[in-house]
């Protein structure tokens, strides 16, 4: 038996270490540990409930403020207001216009190279100007020793792409994505005021006021990103999916526990009554739901008192006696020495199930058609699923964000865009308020008393999928994802990375480590 430990996870956001155990080839054991806190619902305690937005958008800047909007919801839920319809439609498109960006970025940026020979690029034979560049700049990056952001990595196995013309196409559609991802910036601008962390979300909608002309100039940006994702990003996920990727994919390498929670997200009425507010509406272009104990199973509709957070493993406290609590009444109290603890992850349960989230959760809750056919042709629910699954519904997404444009352009033609109602901060309230970040569901539960934030808690998509053990011993959803991973060779894990980077883990802002003597900062070489 070989136990391995990645520390850290690199090509994420935060800080994750994952260990398993090997034996005969295979993972028959793992831990996920989160090794960083940053106590926002301590800092959000006593706090002006208006603040709440601005405080938790800087939880990730990657996001790009999806905790605006679920902390919006949950702010409009305590308030008792109805966001009106050009508040809505600017939520949405915030919120769809970073989605589309956010996933082509993870599949280029953050997930392509671990099926990629990079250095296959060098012997690209083809006539194609822009390729010959690209084969250019790597051939003499490699010459002088220096092919970050391409490497380092693990090295290439099987499953890896060597094809010259294969890989270097690739690696342009990674420039592109880029190139594409600072004009998604600038398209976001007139509704988020500024990126990544946005000052026009707040309680009763969104308070920019875009004019026709510069909506008109957004959506000229947004069919460019449209026609990216529809002829470049969904072609090369089906490609590598079903190509090298395909053993995988049929396989079903990464599945887990098949359990699987997703919320409703982008609205597409206005609220209609009070069960309606936080949600923000009750037709939705994705549907919420919960799968338990097999991919193929119906969803349910989810009960959310039925939601917990475990800490058996965690380094906090919760009461004596209590194992685990629901957010609504959920404590934040640190213990860093805590005795059988091995991550700043709780552990959030539905119906003390551990629960996958995200894009796959999505794609089975809600049927997508093209994940269905891929199903019955025999793939089967897993890492590469994850990623044909950001895909398709990126272009959903992409869509949509068109016709909402459309309507909120005839809206500034008719006048002022009017997004947003104002009522003075209760004395007293609970609300919460749900949302599908890209990485899966998100949800802030709010209590005010004396017009302050009395408690603040915040289940985020990475600690449903990154969480530890519950006090019932059962293994958080990256845990046992890797359960049964093939790693032929234990050094040369890259099938650890492929698992969990398909989940794209976003636990927190990076962290340097320094030595508490000499303050010199480590720098560590890491696959």
């Known amino acids: 038996m070989a136990r391995i430990k990645i520390d850290p996870i690199t090509r994420i956001e935060g800080h994750l270490s994952i260990e398993v ?21 301590v800092i959000l305690k006593d706090k002006d409930p208006r603040d709440a937005p601005y405080i938790t958008s800087r939880i990730c800047g990657v996001c790009e403020g999806v905790h605006s909007i679920a902390s919006a919801h949950a702010l409009d839920d305590a ?190 009425d206005d609220v209609s009554s009070s069960s309606d507010r936080p949600f923000g509406g009750s037709d939705h272009i994705f549907r919420g739901g919960a799968i338990i104990g097999g991919a193929l199973n119906p969803a349910e509709n989810v009960d959310y008192s039925r939601i917990t957070e475990a800490i058996a493993h965690s380094w906090y406290n919760y009461p004596a006696g209590t194992d685990s609590l629901h957010p609504s009444e959920g404590v934040t109290e640190l213990n860093p020495k805590k005795e059988g603890a091995y991550s700043f992850v709780k552990a959030p349960r539905y119906k003390g199930n551990p629960m996958e989230v995200g894009p796959l959760a999505r794609g089975l809750v809600n049927q997508y058609p093209e994940l269905m056919n891929l199903v019955a042709a025999g793939a089967q629910p897993g890492a590469v699923a994850r990623h044909f699954c950001r895909a398709i519904e990126s272009k959903t997404i992409g869509e949509a964000g068109l016709r909402w444009l459309d309507r909120l352009i005839d809206i500034a033609t008719a006048g002022p865009v009017i997004g947003m109602k104002d009522i003075p901060t209760p004395k007293s309230g609970q609300g919460f308020g ?66 969990i980077r398909s989940f794209d883990p976003c636990l927190a802002c990076a962290i340097h480590l320094i030595d508490p003597e000499t303050n010199v900062v480590k720098v560590h070489k890491v696959n």
């Open 21 to 41: 155990e090997v034996e005969n080839g295979v993972v028959t054991d793992a831990w996920s540990a989160g090794n960083m806190v940053r106590g926002w619902e």
């Open 79 to 268: 308030f008792g207001i109805d966001v009106p319809e050009a508040g809505r439609l600017m939520r949405n498109l915030f919120c769809s216009g970073m989605y589309m960006s956010d996933h082509y970025i993870h599949f280029y940026v953050l997930s392509a190279l671990d099926y990629l020979d990079i250095m296959a690029v060098a012997s690209y034979a083809g006539n194609d100007p822009g390729l010959l560049a690209i084969k250019d700049k790597i051939t003499y990056l490699a010459t002088h020793n220096d092919t970050s952001p391409f490497t380092p990595r693990y090295e290439p196995d099987e499953y890896c792409l060597n094809d010259p013309e294969d890989v270097t196409t690739l690696v342009s559609h990674y420039i592109k994505a880029i190139e594409l991802k600072a004009k998604s910036m600038n398209m976001l601008s007139a509704i988020s005021g500024i990126q990544p962390h946005p000052n026009t979300i707040n309680v009763g909608g969104c308070m920019a006021s875009p004019t026709r002309e510069q909506l008109i100039e957004a959506r000229a940006l947004w069919e460019e990103q449209v026609d990216f994702v529809n002829n470049t990003y969904i072609p090369d996920v089906t490609y590598v999916g079903t190509g090298p990727l395909l053993p995988l994919a049929t396989a079903g390498i990464g599945g887990g526990h098949q359990n699987y929670l997703c919320y409703r997200m982008f609205p597409d």
């Open 434 to 499: 749900t949302w599908d970040a890209p990485r899966g569901a998100l949800g802030h539960w709010v209590n005010i008393e004396g017009g302050r934030l009395e408690n603040y808690q915040i289940v985020v998509p990475s600690t449903w999928n990154a969480s530890p053990r519950d006090e019932n011993g059962k293994r958080g959803p990256y845990e046992e994802s890797l359960i049964g991973a093939p790693v032929p060779d234990t050094d040369n894990p890259i099938n650890l990375v492929r698992i």
